[in-house]
C-alpha cells in the first residue's frame, strides 16, 4: 500500500513551504530592525496562518485566525486594549456574517429533517442527543 503524500505542486503544499520562510524572514526583519518583539512577532506569525487558513479551509478560515492575531498585534502596538477588543470582536463577527461559506451558512439555516418523507442525504444525520 501506498501512502498519500501531499505533493509540493499543489497550493496547499506550496503555502506550507513558504510559511516557515516567511516567518525566517520576519522574525530576521525584527532583529535587524531592532523593534519590538511581541506586536511584531503577531504579525510574523500572521501572515503564514492567513495561508494556511486559506489553504485548509478557504478565505473565510484563513480570515478569522489572520485578522485576531493582527488584530492583537495592532492593539498591542497602539495600546488601545478597551475600546480595540470592541472593535476587535465586531469585526470577526462582521468576518463571520460576510466571508462565511455558503455551506457553513446552509448548514446553520436548514433543519436536518426530511422533507416529504425523503430520507436523509448520505452523511446527514441528526445530531440531536
Known amino acids: 500500500m501506498f501512502c498519500k503524500m501531499e505533493s509540493k505542486h499543489t497550493m496547499k503544499g506550496k503555502l506550507e513551504g513558504a510559511s516557515g520562510a516567511i516567518i525566517l524572514i520576519g522574525i530576521g526583519l525584527i532583529f535587524l530592525l531592532d523593534i519590538s518583539f511581541w ?72 433543519k436536518l429533517k426530511p422533507k416529504r418523507g425523503l430520507p436523509l442525504p448520505a452523511g446527514e444525520e441528526d445530531d440531536e442527543f
Do not use: H, N
Open 39 to 110: 506586536p511584531w512577532i503577531l504579525f510574523v506569525v500572521a501572515a503564514p496562518a492567513v495561508l494556511s487558513g486559506i489553504a485548509e479551509g478557504g478565505l473565510w478560515a484563513g480570515l478569522q485566525g489572520g485578522m485576531w492575531l493582527i488584530g492583537i498585534g495592532v492593539l498591542a502596538l497602539l495600546d488601545a486594549w478597551w475600546p480595540g477588543i470592541l472593535i476587535l470582536i465586531g469585526l470577526s463577527m462582521l468576518v463571520g456574517a460576510l466571508a462565511t461559506p455558503p455551506a457553513v451558512a446552509d448548514k446553520r439555516k436548514r
